[in-house]
């Protein structure tokens, strides 16, 4: 019980931090699907937690999700940093029902989740999709499972965002608007890798990523937003 009250005023106190600075949402990352048939919702917590809070709490704080399909979880924070193996979701057609059918059940019906145009958001990270292009067709069959399932079941059509990875950004942007997914945006994309210096260097980043921003807007016809982070330093964990 002391470990759950704590979980929610910790919840509560990134709410409040939040609303002092003005911010209008979070993206919380997920991991969510079916993995050797289980069905698994994995670092669950926090959005859980925002669900709860009602929009009167909330105020004009709103919360969307970005779905991993990879749990890659670092056993090492330093060098050599290993990842946990075996633990990608099937990029399946079932995957993409339980998807839908748990963020309506527990996310989309709050009254502060985030909307775009009306379309409850949900982002996916998909690692290295620019150079995996054997895996374009269950990809585009899953990017349609997901919005034709809800449209179908529950009359909701999902505004779905492809999140490129920092491999391979302008690759991934060109490939997710293929699969059909209605935007582009990034993730972690001020680094380089591998990053050698003791620290990040942010400044020798920035221009680098504003032409590789600029080229991706120039190459899709989709809308692109492109993330920022300030002051973050992940030269431990990355």
């Known amino acids: 019980m002391s470990i759950l009250r704590g979980t929610c005023q910790t919840i509560e106190r990134h709410v409040d931090l939040a609303q002092e600075a003005c911010l209008d949402f979070f993206i919380i990352d997920t991991y969510m699907g079916i993995r050797n048939g289980a069905k698994i919702h994995e670092s669950a917590g926090f959005i859980s937690?925002?669900?709860?809070?009602?929009?009167?709490?909330?105020?004009?704080?709103?919360?969307?999700?970005?779905?991993?399909?990879?749990?890659p979880r670092t056993i090492m924070a330093i060098r050599p940093g290993n990842l946990e193996a075996n633990r990608e979701f099937d990029f399946s057609l079932d995957t993409a029902r339980f998807i839908v059918d748990c963020s309506v059940r527990k996310y989309w019906c709050h009254a502060n989740f985030l909307m775009?145009?009306?379309?409850?958001?949900?982002?996916?990270?998909?690692?290295?999709?620019?150079?995996?292009?054997?895996?374009?067709?269950?990809?585009?069959?899953?990017?349609?499972?997901?919005?034709?399932?809800?449209?179908?079941?529950?009359?909701?059509?999902?505004?779905?965002v492809g999140v490129v990875s920092h491999r391979s950004p302008v690759?991934?942007?060109?490939?997710?608007?293929?699969?059909?997914?209605?935007?582009?945006?990034?993730?972690?994309?001020?680094?380089?890798?591998?990053?050698?210096?003791?620290?990040?260097k942010h400044v020798s980043l920035i221009n680098a990523r504003l032409k590789e921003w600029k080229k991706i807007s120039s190459l899709v016809k989709i809308p692109v937003e492109p993330t920022v982070q300030v002051g973050l330093d992940t030269t431990p964990r990355c």
């Open 49 to 71: 937690g925002l669900s709860r809070l009602s929009s009167s709490r909330m105020r004009n704080l709103y919360f969307g999700m970005m779905y991993c399909f990879k749990a």
């Open 116 to 160: 775009v145009n009306g379309r409850p958001y949900i982002s996916f990270f998909l690692p290295g999709t620019g150079v995996t292009s054997e895996r374009f067709d269950a990809l585009k069959a899953f990017f349609s499972e997901i919005r034709q399932y809800s449209l179908n079941k529950y009359k909701i059509e999902p505004y779905i």
């Open 171 to 200: 690759a991934d942007a060109l490939v997710l608007e293929k699969i059909g997914v209605d935007a582009i945006s990034g993730y972690s994309n001020i680094l380089n890798f591998p990053q050698v210096e003791p620290v990040v």
